[in-house]
């Protein structure tokens, strides 16, 4: 048995020699993710040098093989081939399959490793970009892999990876598939408009002139329900030794793009031949300031909601803050914010009061504009919530005092929970809501709040909420699938907490006034807010406030313009025609232009009915 099985794979690896002597580029490219030849020496390849870099040459097949899922071209990996090659040059060479990526969570780019017996057949051969969406397939749209099962976000994740699945390639459907099947060619982005700005790195993501799903008014492309955007694609360095630009801002034309297809960093992307150009920028360069504002009625209570991104009393975005409130906020009456760190911010000394933050906000609102603010929090736990070590960050209330006060204010302490009591009134007002439950380990827990109309008394509960952060999340773009989402489970925990906590005042008070705001850092249709919705029968106000779908967006991430802000509305208050606007200050500025990570948002809100 032994020795059959010993005299079958020696016959194997003969034939295999004798094989791939002529193999084809398509045909060590394979029709799947690996290639089939993966391991293998491969001698006398034939391809046209097509793009050179400092580390290799990316060659083509002279013929193409017309097979939609078998790339054309593959990239050579060695610093030293290309010394005495020029783009044109029909050469052969031999060398060894490779399937390379530098982590787990990675896919594997095939290439050919020491390339040997080098030699040039003819020079000067013509070399074109492949046009794609004209010259190739037109980059799917909803779908990244079959392996997703139809929904990139459905839970639980990570249930398998490419690498072990290794399914054949669909370009017309699965866009990692179209993405890999183009894997080492030039290509060509023809009309490219930029899709989010650069990182530290001058990567940028883009779409093309193909058909793209999701295109909000800014020219970006807004995620929603199942569709990541799979049709954008991140342009890397530029093979000149050049740099992207690293100011360019959402929804900017380039020029249009030409360079090689390759997988790094987590990502299918695209090597330009030479750096990015902006032709123009979307206009107007910032939002108007919203059109809601308060008549200091319970017609017209309006409230925002904003992540100030670890705000301390010596933050340099602190002026920029109390801009965007003053001026382009219009002085809400109510302020739900997160994100406010301790006096000492980042400091990790045990000081956990945040009342010089919160006073210097105000005084900074107050000089930008014609509101001085009062303002609640609870101090929690020294480094029990979270964030940056030693910030202790922490939701917070400001609040317009001339228009809005606390209803029978009794503050409870970092672990007092609040409890819903007869006739729906809270035993600690500000609370915290269930502060002992694990959901809360190392994250913030929402500060609940009553606050009534200083003219007639008319009331609302508060909820501001800072669930746990998407941090350990893989790449859309990466092996495991559907992919990693960071702390999808705790952050559904919390959802189900914070919901029973607003369903308990639904069922004191069917008709109470609640208005649950803020970073969610969670999508409205995964599991952790489809949570919240159920658990606390809650309406969410882009969708009372009719906001289109695309335009629903708060944070820039990768490729995708995206909301991690949210508000939900009880029904009762959401039957009183409330009002709802995203402003846009943060996502549409370049980097170094923006105050925040996150857009505020504004609202506006009838409570006359509520006494
Ligand atoms: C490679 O091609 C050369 C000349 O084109 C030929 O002499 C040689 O036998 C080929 N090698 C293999 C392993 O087929
Ligand atoms: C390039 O060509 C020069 C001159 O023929 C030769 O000395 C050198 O070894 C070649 N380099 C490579 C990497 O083939
Ligand atoms: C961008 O501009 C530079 C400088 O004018 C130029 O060298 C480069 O080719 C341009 N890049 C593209 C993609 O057009
Ligand atoms: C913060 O609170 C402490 C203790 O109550 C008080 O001494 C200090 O003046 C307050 N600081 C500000 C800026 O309100
Ligand atoms: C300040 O108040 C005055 C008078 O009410 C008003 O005209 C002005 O627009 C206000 N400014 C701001 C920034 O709110």
């Not at 309006?302 to 992540?307: E, S, V, W």
């Not at 559904?492 to 369903?503: D, E, K, L, M, Y």
Request: hydrophobic letters at 35%; a negative charge; charged letters at 20%.
């Amino acid at each position: 048995m032994k020795s059959t099985l010993w005299w079958g794979s020696g016959l194997h690896s003969l034939l295999l020699a004798v094989v791939t002597s002529a193999l084809t580029i398509p045909e060590i490219n394979g029709p799947s993710f690996l290639s089939p030849y993966s391991g293998e020496s491969v001698s006398n390849v034939t391809g046209i040098v097509t793009a050179k870099s400092e580390d290799g040459i990316y060659i083509r097949a002279p013929r193409p093989d017309n097979d939609v899922r078998t790339s054309n071209s593959i990239y050579v990996y060695s610093s030293t081939v290309g010394t005495n090659l020029t783009v044109g040059d029909l050469i052969v060479l031999g060398g060894e399959v490779q399937e390379y990526r530098s982590s787990d969570d990675y896919l594997y780019l095939t290439e050919i490793g020491s390339p040997s017996d080098v030699r040039v057949i003819s020079s000067g051969n013509d070399v074109e970009s492949l046009v794609i969406g004209h010259d190739t397939l037109t980059p799917p749209i909803i779908q990244y892999t079959s392996l997703d099962d139809g929904d990139v976000f459905g839970v639980p994740n990570a249930q398998s990876r490419i690498s072990e699945e290794n399914p054949e390639l669909q370009p017309d459907r699965y866009g990692l598939d179209f993405w890999e099947s183009l894997s080492g060619e030039l290509v060509k982005v023809q009309g490219p408009n930029a899709v989010s700005r650069p990182n530290q790195y001058g990567d940028t993501w883009v779409i093309g002139d193909w058909q793209v799903r999701g295109r909000n008014l800014r020219g970006s492309l807004t995620i929603r329900n199942k569709d990541a955007n799979p049709e954008a694609i991140i342009i890397g360095s530029p093979l000149d030794g050049s740099s992207n630009p690293d100011d360019t801002k959402l929804g900017d034309k380039l020029e249009d793009i030409t360079g090689v297809l390759t997988y790094a960093f987590g990502f299918y992307r695209i090597l330009p031949l030479t750096s990015l150009n902006v032709t123009s920028s979307a206009q107007p360069a910032q939002p108007p300031a919203t059109s809601l504002e308060s008549d200091g009625t319970c017609a017209r209570v309006t409230f925002a909601q904003y992540n100030v991104e670890n705000l301390t009393p010596d933050s340099d975005h602190m002026s920029g803050v109390a801009d965007h409130i003053a001026n382009f906020l219009k002085n809400p009456d109510v302020i739900f914010l997160q994100e406010v760190q301790d006096n000492d911010g980042a400091t990790d000394d045990g000081v956990v009061d945040a009342n010089a933050t919160l006073s210097a906000l105000s005084e900074a609102i107050a000089s930008a504009g014609n509101v001085t603010y009062a303002y609640v929090d609870i101090d929690p736990e020294n480094d029990e919530d979270g964030g940056e070590p030693g910030g202790n960050i922490r939701n917070a209330y400001l609040y317009n005092p001339d228009h809005i006060r606390l209803r029978d204010p009794n503050p409870g302490g970092p672990d007092d929970a609040t409890e819903v009591l007869p006739g729906a009134r809270l035993s600690y007002n500000p609370g915290r809501i269930a502060p002992a439950d694990d959901a809360w380990e190392d994250s913030r827990k929402p500060i609940v709040a009553v606050f009534e109309t200083v003219t007639g008394g008319h009331h609302f509960f508060a909820v501001n909420a800072h669930f746990a952060s998407k941090g350990g999340s893989s790449s859309l773009h990466g092996d495991p699938r559907p992919p990693v989402n960071g702390g999808v489970d705790q952050r559904t925990r919390q959802a189900r907490v914070t919901g029973q906590f607003i369903a308990d005042i639904l069922a004191e008070r069917p008709r109470a006034a609640v208005v649950a705001a803020g970073d969610f850092n969670e999508f409205a249709f995964v599991e952790p807010m489809e949570t919240l919705r159920s658990v606390s029968g809650m309406r969410d106000l882009d969708e009372v406030a009719g906001i289109a779908e695309k335009e629903r967006y708060t944070y820039l991430y990768d490729m995708n313009s995206q909301e991690l802000d949210h508000v939900y509305l009880s029904h009762y208050l959401a039957q009183q025609s409330p009002k709802f606007e995203h402003i846009h200050l943060n996502t549409w500025v370049s980097y170094d232009d923006q105050v925040s990570d996150h857009d505020p948002s504004v609202g506006r809100l009838n409570i006359c009915g509520l006494a």
